[in-house]
């Protein structure tokens, strides 16, 4: 089994000696992707969220006119003591955590539930949740947040709690393993309207053609580094960057070495398509 590793905001400020294109040079943004490289992330984009503590948060993707309109990413650093008692202030959202530092304590109603890295759960529109990181180092999640499309006569899905480590990667077929996804829910469960994976390429793996489709597409490299073929470019990509795709974006990769490269991929899924008035 390939180790797991999961990268992480390196928060802070560079020195005044570093080139301002060393680390944020990949950083760009246009009317089909954005690129937003690890290095940009850092304490000065840092915003504050109401009832939490002793917590970072970088916003990754929002909802934009124009562009990715059907959620939102952020990456949280919790600190030693941190977290919310009341986490989430829209009724209507869904959402999925990915732990990838430390441990957080997830309260669900009454059940608590210890999540490490490769930590991951899905909590439907109004669950009562809260978070706090109880040891004494500070702790990374994602927050992938998304109003729910519910339809009528079709029951809102259960809340869960896994761990990467508990799914066995799906290959893709006629790869031979070199390209596999892991998938927490069902893909053809139509209760789920996002679907939140991890997409893993051994070295030397490529997507062969230049996927186009309706999804809109957030990918955090947690592992490695590759090369993805966005629209009309050719971009070198690393853990702990982010791409983010409206529909319809063209995408393609080739995997780097000498480990796997490894990301976390959100998309809309299984909900017709909303039409103008």
Request: hydrophobic share 40%; glycine share 10%.
């Amino acid at each position: 089994m390939t180790t797991r590793t999961y990268a992480t905001p390196p928060g802070g400020l560079p020195p005044q000696s570093d080139l301002m294109t060393a680390s944020t040079g990949k950083a760009v943004f246009t009317d089909a992707y954005a690129v937003i490289p690890r290095g940009t992330m850092t304490d000065i984009v840092l915003i504050a969220l109401p009832y939490w503590g002793n917590t970072k948060v970088w916003v990754i993707s929002r909802p934009m006119t124009g562009f990715s309109e059907s959620f939102s990413h952020y990456v949280m650093e919790v600190g030693a003591g941190g977290g919310s008692g009341q986490p989430e202030v829209n009724p209507e959202a869904e959402a999925v955590l990915f732990v990838t530092k430390g441990e957080l304590w997830l309260k669900i109603g009454e059940d608590i539930h210890r999540m490490g890295p490769g930590g991951y759960a899905y909590l439907p529109p109004g669950t009562d949740w809260s978070i706090e990181n109880q040891g004494d180092m500070p702790a990374f999640f994602h927050w992938i947040r998304k109003r729910y499309d519910k339809v009528e006569g079709i029951d809102v899905p259960e809340v869960f709690v896994t761990n990467e480590r508990d799914h066995a990667p799906h290959p893709m077929p006629g790869t031979e393993g070199k390209w596999s996804t892991t998938r927490f829910v069902d893909p053809l469960d139509v209760r789920h309207d996002m679907h939140v994976t991890i997409v893993t390429f051994e070295p030397g793996a490529v997507i062969p053609f230049m996927e186009t489709h309706v999804m809109e597409h957030g990918l955090f490299i947690l592992q490695g580094k590759g090369v993805y073929r966005l629209n009309q470019d050719w971009v070198e990509v690393e853990a702990g960057d982010y791409i983010w795709l409206r529909a319809f974006c063209p995408q393609a990769c080739y995997a780097g070495g000498p480990e796997p490269f490894r990301y976390l991929l959100y998309k809309d899924v299984n909900r017709h398509m909303p039409l103008g008035l």
